[in-house]
């Protein structure tokens, strides 16, 4: 019979929570191993047993923002009208984003150009994004984005969900109400351009 594991799922969300309130307080330079175990009341060896080191613990946190973002995209049924649809994936960035607040720029830090797309994180940063560019293509086949490709839309959407997102968590949106009617008529002014 084979040894019981000393630090189970329990530990591991409770090192992962409490790595994730560090880094949204003091960055990511305040995330050591040791800070994280000392949160949780456990020691080092806690961490390198299910995490390898720090890299891997900020790993597996990218990874559970990255499954928030896809979790929420594809939650989102798909409509007959592609303009109606877009909207609730936007809403649905927006949810994720609310739902790990602390890990946001964290999931920001994976999005750049020379991500690998073979790396598993990346694979699940652009299953969200995949599954908005579907919508988009659907909408361009029924002519509603003249003049444009998937990439030129996707891109414009990108930049207006993260600037969103990233003013939102920063308070500067308001109240949550407040910052509903601006993510409301930020989408409709975006999409009216972008079908005009």
Known sequence: MGRPREHGADTRAALLA?????????????????????????????????FGDKDGLLRELSVDVAETMRRHHEAVSELDDPLAELPLLIAGYRAAALERPQLYDLFMGMVHAGADPEDPVFRLVYASFDRVLRTIRRGLDLGLFPGRDEFTVGRHLFALVHGLASLELRGILGDPATAEQVWTRATEATLN????
Do not use: M
């Not at 351009?193 to 005009?196: A, D, F, I, P």
């Open 193 to 196: 351009g972008l079908t005009s």
């Open 18 to 50: 409490a790595a994730g309130e560090l880094l949204h307080a003091e960055g990511p330079a305040a995330v050591s191993v040791r800070r994280v175990a000392d949160a949780v009341g456990t020691t080092t060896r806690a961490v390198y047993s299910l």
